[in-house]
C-alpha cells in the first residue's frame, strides 16, 4: 500500500474541493454593483465559517474558509486586508495591546 493510502486521497480530494469552492466565493459575481460592495458583504461570512460548532462540519468550513482567504488576499490585496485580515486579527491585535 502507497504512503497514506485511501485516507490521504480523500483529504487531498476534500482539500481540492474546499479549495474551488473558496475560489468561487472569492469571484465577484457580475451581478454586483462593485467588487468593494460584494467584500463588504462576503467578508463577514467567511469570517463565520471559522466559528462553526458542529465539529463534523467544521473542518470543511474553515478549510473553505482558508482557501477564500487566501484567494481573496491574493486577487484583491487591499480589500482583503481591510474587510477579511484586519477583523480576523482584530482580537489577537486587541490582546497584543494589552
Known amino acids: 500500500a502507497a504512503v497514506g493510502g485511501a485516507g490521504a486521497e480523500a483529504a ?3 482539500w ?3 479549495d474551488a469552492v ?4 472569492a ?13 463588504r458583504q462576503v467578508c463577514p461570512q467567511i469570517l463565520d ?13 474553515q478549510r473553505v474558509a482558508a482557501s477564500t482567504v ?3 488576499a491574493r486577487e484583491q490585496p487591499q480589500l482583503a486586508e481591510r474587510l477579511l485580515l484586519q477583523p ?5 491585535r486587541r490582546c497584543s495591546e494589552a
Open 12 to 14: 487531498a480530494l476534500d
Open 22 to 25: 473558496g475560489k468561487i466565493l
Open 27 to 39: 469571484a465577484c459575481p457580475q451581478q454586483c454593483l462593485s467588487l468593494e460592495d460584494y467584500y
Open 49 to 61: 465559517l471559522l466559528h462553526v460548532q458542529d465539529k463534523v462540519s467544521a473542518r470543511q468550513f
Open 88 to 92: 480576523l486579527l482584530a482580537p489577537l
Open 16 to 18: 481540492r474541493k474546499c
Open 70 to 72: 487566501l484567494s481573496m
